[in-house]
């Protein structure tokens, strides 16, 4: 059996993080020591690991919360997991799109700094232009990440 903080350090989480699972349902109530402290096995460890891996892969807890439930069903198709899969690449894949536009950006406004003063500055310029257009196109609609 592990403690909370052991659960912890073998997945990379953070405590907080594992009872906030806990609360939301991700992970299962926790037995207790006769202390009351949280008491953990192989389950619970694999299960937690699911999720963080999940997680790293970018995919929303609800669609874990999905995905944790379609595995509690093994006889259950697999087209239901493949679907949300593919929804997350879809995801990933708007993702990259988007970035590498804010790269090209970033590499045209560096490109055309010509290294003089600070009240010549192209990229300071460029942000500036940038926020007006922001402005003036509702701002947020644009795509781009928020600062």
């Known amino acids: 059996m592990l403690t909370i903080g052991a659960l912890a350090r073998r997945t990379g989480s953070k405590v907080q993080t594992i009872r906030y699972y806990e609360q939301i349902g991700l992970m299962p109530e926790p037995g207790r020591s006769s202390g009351g402290q949280r008491r953990y096995g ?9 999720i963080r891996h999940a997680r790293d892969l970018g995919f929303s807890l609800e669609a874990i919360r999905e995905l944790l439930d379609l595995s509690d069903t093994p006889d259950h198709s697999c ?19 988007r970035l ?38 509702g701002g947020a609609g644009q795509g781009m990440p928020a600062a």
Do not use: N, P
């Not at 192989?42 to 699911?50: N, V």
């Open 100 to 137: 590498e536009a804010l790269r090209t950006e970033l590499q045209r406004m560096i490109g055309e700094c010509s290294g003089g003063a600070v009240s010549d500055c192209r990229v300071l310029e460029v942000l500036r232009d940038h926020g007006e257009c922001l402005t003036d196109h």
């Open 79 to 97: 087209s239901h997991v493949d679907a949300i899969a593919q929804k997350q690449l879809r995801a990933v894949e708007a993702r990259i799109v």
């Open 42 to 50: 192989d389950a619970d460890l694999d299960r937690l690991a699911f």
